[in-house]
């Protein structure tokens, strides 16, 4: 008998969403104080401290991360799905200054003064930013609140950044909350984002250019007209058949692309004269003991920082042309949308520059296969949904779909791995049943550290901060303990590949007795919201992340490689 999952006990949550949606659909600018009071007692789990007089400093960093340094000028933030929405609109973005942050990969666009554009790809972007930017308000007004009672100028407060110490003591916080600060300010805009908040309280205004699921539709249009050119080349009969991946762009890329096993003693001379993150012993070590289970993560992890040490873009180019040869083609941001793409040619890869741990029993056999593997940088949320249709109606035959990601588990550890088989979805209320193609055994015997957990059940969440305890509890006690964003959509967007129609609402759906092609799910733990002993608020994941990271990839690598290899 299939089992429904508990509904979330929350009505503060949902009372927190309709308030923000109905405020939004307004057509002119929204003050972000009318959503503080539902935001404030929705009690989300990110955001526990918002209703206490101390800053909730954990919190102003998490959304200060996802947010642009620009934002201590910004007054005005405008939502839109296109460049024709902003213009019609008054908004000339495509000569405003590019926009970044640390911890989204969202494009947003700066008119310099006062006003940053948005570009949404999908109501997840909503429910992602909404709380985001309304945490990042009420948290930077308790601040200038507290600073303003214990500090006299802004030279005060800078100094004070010069010494956690005080800075903890003048906030009311604890010293590694004030160090959180800090790294979320980054050292090149600390002062200047101390003095900010010391001169002026925050009263942001949010305005939505009419978006429409059509619009959304249209993104993932362009999205795919840029990468539809390479995956078909002018000399082919037909459409290539496809093995889809979803992950990051450099796990994949460094385990087929070659370029830091191929150029390891130029990455440990470097690593041993400039010791970044004081990895440079631990680089030689492994490089003298010629383990390449242990040098490779190394070699993979720093690959970033030696490209950027020479402060150019030739690096990055020389890497992006070394991989391009040995059948790995980089596309970023096709159609101007910020997920980028990879196209490799299984027929066109070096088998000489592939990770060691890939090189499988009659690899040499897929010189002969015709299949192309498309990995996506994993998108946000419906993202996933929209983008998967679209690529969907222009690929050939699909032999395979495999989503990694990451994910809070309730019950694991940070590192950890969690495979599903049972799939809870927050939009479409779906319940997604399937056969994983992983288990625990294609994934343990690459990971050093960490423990594979298979037979879970994951929830795909609306967004990090919509969640609280009551909402946690009621799934856990289910049996749900991985939370996530994406797999639900993706999972919607399987079920259209495979049936003639839309996807249900509100039904238990049973995905293995339709699909042809392989679905495979891997999440690795970046949070465990029950425990105290790591939380996504507090640290990043860095080397430690790259042995899960790295052992989702080789796993789905090597299905793919099995797979073709049998086939042909």
Avoid at 221 to 248: A, H, K, L
Avoid at 337 to 352: F, G, K, Y
Wanted: proline residues 4%.
């Amino acid at each position: 008998m299939d089992r429904r999952p508990p509904e979330p006990e929350s009505q503060e949550i949902s009372l927190y969403v309709s308030t923000y949606y109905s405020l939004l659909r307004s057509t002119g600018e929204v003050r972000v104080r009318a959503f503080e009071e539902a935001h404030a007692f929705s009690g989300s789990s990110l955001h526990t401290g918002a209703l206490d007089d101390a800053p909730d400093v954990s919190a102003f960093a998490y959304a200060a991360a996802r947010l642009p340094s620009e934002m201590i000028d910004v007054e005005l933030i405008v939502l839109g799905q296109s460049h024709e929405l902003f213009e019609a609109a008054g908004y000339d973005v495509q000569e405003w200054h590019v926009s970044r942050t640390r911890g989204r990969r969202r494009p947003l666009r700066y008119d310099g003064r006062d006003t940053l554009a948005v570009f949404i790809a999908s109501t997840s972007d909503i429910d992602d930013l909404v709380p985001i930017v309304t945490a990042y308000q009420i948290e930077w007004n308790k601040m200038r609140a507290r600073i303003r009672r214990e500090i006299e100028s802004e030279a005060d407060i800078v100094a004070a950044l010069q010494n956690t110490r005080v800075l903890a003591e003048t906030l009311g916080v604890s010293v590694e909350d004030a160090q959180k600060l800090v790294d979320a300010f980054g050292p090149a805009h600390a002062a200047s984002s101390a003095r900010a908040i010391y001169d002026h309280a925050l009263d942001l205004r949010m305005r939505i250019l009419a978006p429409s699921f059509s619009q959304y539709q249209r993104a993932a249009q362009r999205w795919w007209s840029g990468i539809e050119p390479v995956y078909m080349t002018q000399d082919e009969p037909r459409r290539p058949p496809v093995y889809f991946v979803s992950s990051n762009t450099h796990a994949l890329a460094n385990l087929i692309g070659g370029y830091a096993q191929s150029h390891a003693d130029e990455i440990v001379d470097w690593a041993r004269a400039r010791d970044p993150e004081n990895l440079g012993d631990d680089v030689v070590r492994a490089a003298t003991s010629k383990n390449t289970a242990e040098l490779a993560p190394l070699l993979y992890y720093l690959l970033r920082a030696y490209i950027h040490s020479d402060g150019g873009t030739s690096k990055a180019r020389e890497v992006r042309a070394f991989e391009a040869q040995k059948g790995l083609v980089h596309l970023t941001e096709p159609g101007h949308i910020d997920v980028d793409a990879q196209i490799a040619r299984l027929s066109e890869l070096d088998p000489d520059v592939l990770d060691a741990r890939l090189k499988i029993p009659g690899i040499a056999q897929l010189k002969e296969s015709d299949a192309v593997i498309v990995n996506i940088d994993y998108p946000l949320g419906m993202a996933a949904y929209h983008l998967l249709s679209r690529l969907g109606q222009g690929v050939g035959e699909v032999r395979g779909i495999y989503i990694m990601g990451k994910a809070a588990t309730l019950n694991g550890r940070v590192g950890d791995v969690m495979l599903s088989g049972n799939v809870y979805d927050e939009h479409s209320k779906n319940t997604f049943l399937f056969r994983n193609a992983f288990t625990a055994h294609d994934v343990a015997p690459y990971l050093r550290h960490g423990s594979v957990f298979d037979n879970q059940k994951a929830v795909s969440v609306r967004s990090a901060f919509l969640q609280n305890k009551e909402y946690m509890d009621a799934f856990y006690r289910g049996g749900y303990t991985v939370l996530e964003m994406e797999t639900g959509p993706f999972l919607s967007a399987v079920y259209e590949l495979v049936n003639p129609r839309r996807v249900p609402s509100d039904e238990v759906v049973h995905l293995s007795a339709h699909t042809a092609f392989d679905v495979g799910i891997l999440h690795y733990a970046s949070d465990t919201p029950y425990s105290r002993r790591q939380s996504l608020l507090s640290k990043s994941l860095s080397f430690f992340g790259v042995d899960s990271t790295y052992a989702c990839a080789i796993a789905i690598v090597r299905r793919i490689f099995e797979r073709e290899c049998s086939r042909v």
